[in-house]
């Protein structure tokens, strides 16, 4: 059974950074993409980033590239997200998710993915 478990989150005044990790147990993840995704209050689960645990391609939103970088080391079963020049705005339950791997680029929708692990809050002070 896949488990997915999120640390890192808290609170940062805006300009500032952090690093969440997701950790993943349960399977061989070689064949798995893996994602991020955030949730604000009153608003629809966003895609942020995702990256091929096997080669490391990755995809981000165009709106958060530059300032968030997603990445993964494969002895640690880990991935992260590290999160630059941080604004209020950014403000949301961040959650790492998983799916096998379909073939054909990197999954960005929440629906695409089958598993999720529980959220960790990000609050942005201004």
């Known amino acids: 059974q896949v488990q997915l478990v999120e640390s890192g989150g808290g609170l940062v005044q805006a300009g500032g950074s952090l690093r969440l990790s997701c950790a993943a147990s349960?399977?061989?993840?070689?064949?798995?993409?893996m994602g991020w995704f955030r949730q604000a209050p009153g608003k629809e689960r966003e895609f942020v980033a995702a990256?091929?645990?096997?080669?490391?391609?990755?995809a981000n939103a165009s709106s958060l590239k530059g300032r968030f970088t997603i990445s993964r080391d494969n002895a640690k079963n880990t991935m992260y997200l590290r999160m630059n020049s941080l604004k209020p705005e950014d403000t949301a339950v961040y959650y790492c998710?998983?799916?096998?791997?379909?073939?054909?680029?990197?999954?960005?929708?929440?629906?695409?993915?089958?598993?999720w692990g529980q959220g960790t809050q990000v609050t942005v002070s201004s």
């Open positions: 998710a998983a799916v096998r791997s379909r073939g054909y680029g990197l999954p960005t929708k929440a629906e695409e993915y089958d598993y």
């Open positions: 349960g399977r061989t993840f070689r064949s798995y993409a």
């Open positions: 990256i091929s645990w096997s080669v490391g391609n990755t």
